[in-house]
T-cell receptor, first 114, second 113 residues
Framework: KQEVTQIPAALSVPEGENLVLNCSFT??????LQWFRQDPGKGLTSLLLIQSSQREQTSGRLNASLDKSSGRSTLYIAASQPGDSATYLCAPSGGGGATNKLIFGTGTLLAVQP | ETGVTQTPRHLVMGMTNKKSLKCEQHLGHNAMYWYKQSAKKPLELMFV???????ENNSVPSRFSPECPNSSHLFLHLHTLQPEDSALYLCASSPPGVAGTQYFGPGTRLTVL
């Protein structure tokens, strides 16, 4: 059974800092891994999707890496801004069939102070 | 705006009520999902539908009953719920295959009194 751990659980940084969020998972047989952002009481927004054959993906100030064999992924946020404040969720996918089953971690709650 | 809508956004119900949550997508996706998000816990996958057929039921109590009448609509029928069922219920959809992302709706905040 896939288990996902995210460290740290919460993080508070001043604006402008570069930061790293960590995700580890127990079953390396995944199709892909996604990073999501969730604002309080809202749904999830997909940030980055890394296929199992890829090592990293970049979008603007965000860079996500994947080391499938060791069961780890990191999300790097450059030059953080107050608008980045949210909960960040890591979700590797796996399972059989034609559907994309995601297993979520408990997330990292990020607060960027102005 | 992801193209996945959920109604209602907020729902308060008593333990003896019957209500339904609705999810709709017009993205051409053929798989739809219900998730439960409780405080301090990871999102839990409840049900998965692929091509309108239920392919996953993660040991969800029978007081939750899903329905997928077509590939664009997904319902979650609720009856005789318990206070511990209070949570944010999220719907998602995904395109064919396993390599794509899931698109989430804004969720329904459910409170059971």
């Amino acid at each position: 059974k896939q288990e996902v751990t995210q460290i740290p659980a919460a993080l508070s940084v001043p604006e402008g800092e570069n930061l790293v969020l960590n995700c580890s998972f127990t079953d390396s047989a995944i199709y892909n891994l996604q990073w999501f952002r969730q604002d309080p009481g809202k749904g999830l927004t997909s940030l980055l999707l890394i296929q199992s054959s890829q090592r990293e993906q970049t979008s603007g100030r965000l860079n996500a890496s994947l080391d499938k064999s060791s069961g780890r992924s990191t999300l790097y946020i450059a030059a953080s801004q107050p608008g980045d404040s949210a909960t960040y969720l890591c979700a590797p996918s796996g399972g059989g069939g034609a559907t994309n089953k995601l297993i979520f971690g408990t997330g990292t709650l990020l607060a960027v102070q102005p | 705006e992801t193209g996945v809508t959920q109604t209602p956004r907020h729902l308060v119900m008593g333990m003896t009520n019957k209500k339904s949550l609705k999810c709709e997508q017009h993205l051409g996706h053929n798989a739809m999902y219900w998730y439960k998000q409780s405080a301090k816990k990871p999102l839990e996958l409840m049900f998965v539908y692929s091509l309108e057929e239920r392919v996953e039921n993660n040991s969800v109590p029978s007081r939750f009953s899903p329905e997928c009448p077509n590939s664009s609509h997904l319902f979650l029928h609720l009856h005789t719920l318990q206070p511990e069922d209070s949570a944010l219920y999220l719907c998602a959809s995904s395109p064919p295959g396993v390599a794509g992302t899931q698109y989430f709706g804004p969720g329904t905040r459910l409170t059971v009194l």
